[in-house]
Structure formats: structure tokens, C-alpha cells
């Protein structure tokens, strides 16, 4: 019903930045929570930040002032700015889009884009 692509991964060195991105789109309807989650290799998935329809914002300790979350309800992206990066950044990062349409409430993800950091 929902559909979401993620661009932006990619190797970088540590102490460079990328930018993620994630559209979404299909039976939107109303959106909610917008969320950036990330998985290293033999580890869970974690909360790295998340962003409200009003805008509100929260990061994961480990990212505070680093990562930036963003959305743009008009285009129906969220973004995560992620400037300082350490080899512990390195994962597979997923978003994560709450909401509800026609058929009820969904709990949509990505399909994962990598990011590796390098030392």
C-alpha cells in the first residue's frame, strides 16, 4: 500500500558527511511519525531519529548533534543529514513511515540503503 525508497548510502571516510533520503508514496493518506533506523552486522535494529507530523524531533544519544532529521510533507520525504561520521555509523539504515489511509493504519519500511564508514 506504501512504498518507500531510500537513496543516499554509500563509503565514506570517517569525518565526512552524507545525506539520506526517503519517498514515499502509494495510499499515503495521512502521515505520521517518520523515523531513520539503522542495523549493524549480528546486531538489532536501533532508533537513530525520528521526526513528528509537527515537526518534533528526537536522536539516539550516539547521533546528537551530528545527524539532522528532516521531512518535507509536500513531497512526502524524510532526509537524515549526517555530518561527523565515525566507523561506528556503519550500517544498513532503514526508514520507517507511520500513518493512516483508507484501509487503516500502516507501519511502512524501506528496503535498507548501506552506509560504511571508513577509518
Known amino acids: 500500500q506504501v512504498q518507500l525508497v531510500e537513496s543516499g548510502g554509500g563509503l565514506v571516510q570517517a569525518g565526512e558527511s552524507l545525506r539520506l533520503s526517503c519517498a514515499a508514496s502509494g495510499r499515503i493518506g495521512n502521515i505520521g511519525d517518520m523515523a531513520w533506523f539503522r542495523q549493524a552486522p549480528g546486531k538489532q535494529r536501533d532508533l537513530v531519529a525520528t521526526?513528528?507530523?509537527?515537526?518534533?524531533?528526537n536522536y539516539a544519544d550516539s547521533v546528537k548533534g551530528r545527524f539532522t532529521i528532516s521531512r518535507d510533507n509536500v513531497k512526502k520525504i524524510v532526509s537524515l543529514q549526517m555530518n561527523s561520521l565515525k566507523p561506528e555509523d556503519t550500517a544498513v539504515y532503514y526508514c520507517?513511515?507511520?500513518?493512516?489511509?483508507?484501509?487503516?493504519?500502516?507501519?511502512?519500511w524501506g528496503q535498507g540503503t548501506q552506509v560504511t564508514v571508513a577509518s
Open positions: 520507517n513511515v507511520k500513518g493512516f489511509n483508507g484501509f487503516g493504519r500502516y507501519d511502512s
Open positions: 521526526v513528528s507530523s509537527g515537526s518534533s524531533t
